[in-house]
């Protein structure tokens, strides 16, 4: 293939000359750098949004040349050619991830810049983190950028807007273009802020939980995830497969939050007073179930489905009650009508429901 022709002096010739040989080099790097990132990323739980890399073109790479070429005495002073940008959710996991990509390769710290230091008060530009790095028994250095979604954001627009154009932005444009850039570093600011205070939440929370103190704790999905942990169900469920000697198939009870909260339930204090006042007539829907049955196994879902049965049918919610319930856990079916009709009807033989106490969860 007949080599390009560019208005290149032979020192910078030269330089491109090495870029075609040594092409295969920088694609190994793309085949490998990437994908070593994304897996230690994995392996220490942090989440990004996305890993690019690119290698620089020739025509891109002789553009350069031909504005500095003498700036570079070699090949491996173009730190460029091979690059990688790194976008995270939140600004402060741009420096967990400077952090693996430092244990991870030699840094050049000389030509390494943070643009978040040098950023000006009165310009809202983008703000990125750029290492120059090298690979073990690699001879070429290559370029690490980290940024958030939003400063990624910024760059794009601008770059678009205020250079791809080739016409010189007008300052009253520019001035809107800064405001904006500005209502973006607040975003990223406060999406940051507000992580890290549903974070504190919801070590408040696990505190609380396993400190007993259940009444002060409201139920959400956090309160609700944490009060699962310590198997509050457990020993109803025990207590049902044994009538059987059945073994009990853990299942997700996740879906029991929206029932809970349909019941009117607003703290995890609610669900032990459930748990408390209704844990026998429970016991005996799941007998009258089960007993005359060969059934060795059974859900965990069974302790606290009857718990919630047992507090409708005390309650007077009756079959409307108990199929308000199968429609949460189940789904919305014609077949829930039926089924919470004879639910309620074989519950009228047991002797929870003659009981003078009307139990409260509440």
Known sequence: ??????????????????????????????????????????DADIVVASVE???????????KLERKGMKYHSLSDVTDIFGVRIITFYTDDVDKVASVVERMYDIDWENSVDKRKIHQIDSFGYL??????????????????????????????????????GVEVPKEYLRNLNRLAGML????????????????YRR??????????????PLDGDSFRSFLDLDPFGALNRRIAAVNQAEIQEVSLVRFL??????????????????RNYSDAAYQISC?????????????????????????LQNGSGKAGIRFMLDILNGKSDS???????LASLAESLSFMHSDRKGSSK
């Open 1 to 42: 293939m007949e080599k390009k022709k560019y208005s290149l002096d032979a020192h910078s010739e030269q330089i491109l000359e090495d870029y075609r040989k040594n092409l295969p080099v920088f694609q190994k790097l793309q085949a490998k750098v990437p994908d070593e990132l994304r897996r230690v990323f994995a």
């Open 53 to 63: 890399s690119r290698i620089k073109t020739e025509d891109s790479l002789a553009g």
């Open 128 to 165: 990125s983190l750029h290492y120059i790095c090298r690979r073990k028994r690699c001879p070429f250095r290559f370029e690490i950028q980290m940024r958030t979604v939003l400063q990624h954001a910024w760059a794009n627009m601008y770059h678009d807007i205020g250079y791809k154009s």
């Open 185 to 200: 570093e607040l975003a990223d600011e406060q999406f940051s802020r507000i992580r890290t205070e549903i974070n504190d």
């Open 204 to 217: 408040q929370v696990r505190s609380l939980v396993a400190s007993g103190n259940l009444e002060e704790v």
């Open 258 to 275: 929206q029932l809970f909260k349909g019941m009117g339930f607003t703290t995890l204090g609610d669900i032990v007073n459930l748990i």
């Open 288 to 312: 009258y179930q089960i007993s005359l049955t060969d059934l060795d196994i059974v859900s965990s879902w069974v302790g606290p489905q009857n718990l919630c049965i047992a507090y409708m």
């Open 336 to 342: 829930n009508e039926a089924m919470a009709a004879y």
